[in-house]
């Protein structure tokens, strides 16, 4: 076989692996010298250099700034700030919405996206690995919206998942949005549903622009799927 065909085959086949494993890694977990990560992560701080560099004028200059911390809360923080209300139990909160029977499901993250690749487990190369949501592929800069109410845990960076937004709904349910290319809310906010809380884009483990979502009950990780189909 030509050289060339046979470096081609081996581009063509790590680019597979690239894609169909972008989100299977945890938050936190992020492998040593994971340099597509490395490298989103320089990109979405605004400066990169290196001594091989070339001094070429700019054409236009962007400015992106990265919450470097993620910002961590919990129910006794939150019933501090807000008050005991705030927490959600079966007693002081709604069950259920009019549309789905869930309170926290009343909007879609995106108001258009194509679904990039599905929950599950998957083959590739020999090794099998689980994808703990739901890709929603759509341009970057693209709006993503809170599914429900809820009070923003975690808004910052997380391995593997760039720039994402946590919202706990309460009664045990949490949903998750990853690869943002910019954050609208703090931790401690209170959203609504269908607010404005990110933008999509391809921070962290990432090949292309999308939104990764899940959804959390009870600390175990739901298909996403399930749920958004009950949505209008």
């Known amino acids: 076989m030509h050289p060339r065909r046979i470096l081609l085959a081996f581009s063509l086949a790590a680019s597979a692996a690239s894609v169909a494993f972008a989100d299977y890694q945890n938050i936190g977990q992020a492998a040593d010298g994971d340099r597509l990560e490395q490298l989103s992560k320089t990109l979405a701080q605004g400066s990169y250099s290196h001594p091989d ?19 961590e809360l919990n129910n006794a ?5 807000y008050g005991r209300s705030a927490i959600s139990t079966s007693d002081n909160a709604p069950s259920f919405s009019t549309n789905t029977g869930y309170s926290w499901l009343v909007s879609h993250p995106l108001q258009e996206g194509r679904v990039s690749s599905t929950w599950g487990n998957r083959t590739l190369l020999g090794t099998t690995r689980h994808h703990s949501g739901v890709d929603l592929a759509a341009p970057s800069g693209t709006p993503i919206y809170s599914t429900g109410s809820g009070v923003v845990t975690k808004s910052g960076w997380g391995s ?11 009664n045990g349910y949490i ?5 943002a290319s910019r954050l609208m809310v703090n931790a401690g906010d209170r959203v609504d549903a269908g607010e404005h809380i990110a933008n999509v884009g391809c921070t962290g483990r990432c090949t292309g622009p999308h939104l990764h979502f899940e959804v959390v009950k009870d600390g175990q990780r739901k298909n996403p799927s399930t749920y958004l189909a009950m949505l209008p």
Request: net charge neutral.
């Open 77 to 81: 923080t939150i019933e501090k700030k």
């Open 53 to 71: 560099d070339i001094d070429l004028p700019a054409v236009s200059n962007v400015s992106v700034k990265l919450r470097e911390k993620s910002i």
């Open 175 to 179: 949903t998750r949005y990853a690869h």
């Open 160 to 170: 593997g998942y760039g720039q994402y937004v946590e919202i706990d709904h309460g």
